[in-house]
């Protein structure tokens, strides 16, 4: 006798969960490109006189602020304040506190890279995080990734020094050909630094899904844990930076308000990329910002895009295609 199973029992809610869970993710990531993209242009349209009128300490410290607020806010309307009660042992918070301290030493990292390097010469060997961050990922936390996958990420981060390039004479506009040709320059410790800043990126970004997976906490806690230590770090960065010259909101305005708003809802939606997804993701994430800051910049700054934008914008494509696949 043959026995026919009912495979389609069940089915129906099972794809309309599977779709509402693609839906969701598309939507997560699309934003999140979009705010990263954006960023640049942002901070370009706040410029008064080609300086930004606003301190950029008191920036980061209102994005972390903001966040910290939101975490704590998640965690009273879901309910979860049994969690909120337990009480704390070292063992449980100290790991938090790395990846705080790990992005910090990279943002006053940049700052001293431009002793030694061009931004231009920066932007281009900052792709390499894309190959850190890969190593990392497959030997911290394990991950198998096969040969289509590696070679995935290779071209990913090939695009990224593409679109740098491709980007490069637009970044300064009527400048003369003497200085187009000195602007470019790095030093011995121009590259190690570079070199350092690409594993420091890649280490925050393993460490902090390794963090956010290992306990089972939920992730709005997880988040105010993290939060707490990025606030406390910013805060005595922001009062050792503060010259005494510039009030707190001095020079703010609307877009700068969007830029702490949006830069502080891409800290809340990247936990929950590196929570249920994987530091790869975040990885084609930004790759794919770089596309939408070049129409940006093109709709809003009026710069030039050069047909040799749609290399690096098909490069991404075949790089998605290749590791998703």
Not at 108 to 130: E, H, R, T
Not at 133 to 156: D, E, M, N, V
Not at 176 to 185: F, G, K, P, V
Not at 240 to 245: A, K, Q, V
């Amino acid at each position: 006798m043959i026995v026919i199973h009912n495979v389609r029992s069940g089915s129906p809610s099972r794809h309309r969960r599977w779709w509402r869970k693609r839906v969701q993710w598309g939507v997560l990531l699309g934003l999140m490109v979009l705010i990263y993209g954006s960023h640049a242009p942002l901070i370009t349209l706040t410029k008064v006189g080609g300086r930004v009128p606003f301190s950029s300490s008191s920036c980061v410290l209102l994005i972390e602020i903001t966040k910290l607020l939101v975490s704590l806010a998640t965690l009273l309307l879901t309910g979860d304040l049994s969690a909120l009660r337990a009480p704390l042992s070292l063992a449980l918070v100290a790991p938090y506190a790395v990846p705080a301290a790990l992005y910090a030493f990279n943002n006053n990292l940049v700052v001293l890279m431009q002793i030694y390097m061009d931004p231009s010469s920066f932007q281009v060997l900052s792709n390499l995080k894309i190959a850190s961050t890969a190593l990392l990922y497959s030997s911290c936390l394990g991950k198998r990734l096969r040969s289509a996958q590696w070679l995935a990420l290779g071209i990913l981060m090939g695009a990224g020094v593409c679109h740098s390039y491709s980007s490069l004479d637009l970044e300064y506009p009527g400048q003369t050909e003497d200085q187009a040709s000195s602007r470019l320059r790095i030093t011995a410790w121009g590259l190690v630094l570079v070199l350092v800043y690409c594993f420091i990126s890649g280490l925050a970004a393993v460490y902090t899904e390794r963090v956010l997976k290992s306990q089972r906490l939920p992730l709005s806690l997880q988040n105010l844990y993290l939060y707490v230590f990025g606030l406390a770090i910013n805060l005595v960065s922001h009062l050792l930076s503060m010259g005494g010259e510039q009030d707190f909101l001095e020079g703010y305005s609307g877009v700068v308000w969007a830029i702490v708003a949006g830069q502080a809802a891409n800290g809340l939606l990247m936990s929950v990329v590196l929570k249920h997804g994987s530091g790869i993701t975040r990885l084609f994430v930004i790759s794919c910002s770089m596309l939408v800051n070049a129409l940006l910049s093109w709709a809003l700054l009026g710069l030039q895009l050069t047909p040799f934008f749609l290399l690096p914008t098909s490069m991404i494509g075949l790089a998605a295609y290749l590791y998703y696949l």
